[in-house]
T-cell receptor, first 115, second 112 residues
Framework: SAVISQKPSRDICQRGTSLTIQCQVDSQVTMMFWYRQQPGQSLTLIATANQGSEATYESGFVIDKFPISRPNLTFSTLTVSNMSPEDSSIYLC????????????FGAGSRLTVL | SQQGEEDPQALSIQEGENATMNCSYKTSINNLQWYRQNSGRGLVHLILIRSNEREKHSGRLRVTLDTSKKSSSLLITASRAADTASYFCATVNTGTASKLTFGTGTRLQVTL
């Protein structure tokens, strides 16, 4: 299965700043998925990132707040913009295994705390 | 929106006992998957059951699926301290290919 490197693993950020999370995969993948996990909660899909096209955002998430880049088939970034304490979460990138069954492999996550 | 509701929210058992977690969902699915998450880290895929399957085994894991009741259960037999984690069900809903919707999760604590 794919190996995903995600960084930073954790960060403490000030209100109003922005932070970019990087996700590197050791193999080429068509789709990458960005999830948010708020404290003690389940995972919510933010957007799907395809190489060469705009990311597709889920309801409640907008590009201005969570801009995503996907410059090639092995890399993606998610930026959390103009952060507030409500953005304190674990952000996870994931990719499909390619089995056709939508099985996901996840990165270790980026735990952001916004003060 | 959240698809799956899991119960119990938290479960504490002793090593060697069996742990059962349940997941209910709301719409038609292509498959249902279970994932494990250790200490707020990334999730690890455990097992997948397709909509036309009723039961599946993998090592100490047993998954059942009842599409008429829109529910699934995960049984971990002979639990170990290393099984301590949060467990999430996730569904691939019909017509929403490539998108997983995760349940609320069960926090399992296995004590020695």
């Amino acid at each position: 299965s794919a190996v995903i490197s995600q960084k930073p693993s954790r960060d403490i950020c000030q209100r109003g700043t922005s932070l970019t999370i990087q996700c590197q995969v050791d193999s080429q993948v068509t789709m990458m998925f960005w999830y948010r996990q708020q404290p003690g909660q389940s995972l919510t899909l933010i957007a799907t990132a395809n190489q060469g096209s705009e990311a597709t955002y889920e309801s409640g998430f907008v590009i201005d707040k969570f801009p995503i880049s996907r410059p090639n088939l092995t890399f993606s970034t998610l930026t959390v913009s103009n952060m507030s304490p409500e953005d304190s979460s674990i952000y996870l990138c994931s990719v499909e295994e390619g089995t056709g069954a939508n099985v996901l492999t996840f990165g270790a996550g980026s735990r952001l705390t916004v003060l | 929106s959240q698809q799956g509701e899991e119960d119990p929210q938290a479960l504490s058992i002793q090593e060697g006992e069996n742990a059962t977690m349940n997941c209910s969902y709301k719409t038609s699915i292509n498959n249902l998957q279970w994932y494990r998450q250790n200490s707020g880290r990334g999730l690890v895929h455990l097992i997948l059951i397709r909509s036309n399957e009723r039961e599946k085994h993998s090592g100490r894991l047993r998954v059942t699926l009842d599409t008429s009741k829109k529910s699934s259960s995960l049984l971990i037999t002979a639990s170990r301290a290393a099984d301590t984690a949060s467990y999430f069900c996730a569904t691939v809903n019909t017509g929403t290919a490539s998108k997983l919707t995760f349940g609320t999760g069960t926090r399992l604590q296995v004590t020695l």
